[in-house]
């Protein structure tokens, strides 16, 4: 079955912390995966994804096929990353299958 | 920059009652999307939609929804008879390649509230 597992609701970091928000999947194939972020009041938008190998807002994600996994990490956190993250994968027929997701609040 | 535009922003309806969701996607768009996130829950895949046929749907997409492209621009959702679980955020999405390899954009979404 086609699963992705946020295992955080609430992520709550000072200002300058380092960040981790999990994301574990479960696939069959070979996945294509993507964080989404939600700021507040604001659309879903595509923040990475794990084809491209870039950083986006300081934020990078590295695949670990081994353990299936696609966490999002940030060396220094700001305000202004405080939002509702979305830990996505690629099904077949191009549709999004998403994690619960996790809030991530960061503070001053 | 272009955008994904939703209308309704927000629908309150009696049940058993028709909604249309309407949605204009990014006009050099080739794929489009519904999505819904229940209150407190994850966002769910309802239908894609390509070459303006049907490509994939889940099991939540059951008779009492359509979707329809009527004039090359909208792109809507009809639930026919609506039911108090149908209360949801309803995201349409579109992308210029399939999603598997496309950036999916999204519009801000329409609240339905199902009386």
């Known amino acids: 079955a086609q699963r992705v597992t946020q295992p955080e609701k609430l992520l709550s970091v000072f200002k300058g912390a380092p960040v981790e928000l999990k994301c574990n999947y479960s696939y069959s194939g070979s996945p294509e995966l993507f964080w989404y972020v939600q700021y507040s009041r604001q659309r879903l938008q595509l923040l990475l994804r794990?084809?491209s190998r870039e950083s986006i807002k300081g934020f990078t994600a590295d695949l670990n096929k081994g353990e299936t996994s696609f966490h999002l990490k940030k060396p220094f956190a700001q305000e202004e990353d405080s939002a509702m993250y979305y830990c996505a994968l690629s099904g077949a027929g191009g549709k999004l299958i998403f994690g619960q997701g996790t809030e991530l609040s960061v503070k001053p | 920059e272009p955008e994904v535009t939703q209308t309704p922003s927000h629908q309150v309806t009696q049940m058993g009652q028709e909604v249309i969701l309407r949605c204009v996607p990014i006009s050099n768009h080739l794929y489009f999307y519904w999505y819904r996130q229940i209150l407190g829950q994850k966002v769910e895949f309802l239908v894609s939609f390509y070459n303006n046929e049907i490509s994939e749907k889940s099991e939540i997409f059951d008779d009492q929804f359509s979707v329809e492209r009527p004039d090359g621009s909208n792109f809507t959702l009809k639930i026919r008879s609506t039911k108090l679980e149908d209360s949801a955020m309803y995201f349409c999405a579109s992308s210029e390649l399939s999603g598997e390899i496309g950036e999916l954009f999204f519009g801000e979404g329409s609240r339905l509230t199902v009386l």
């Open positions: 794990h084809i």
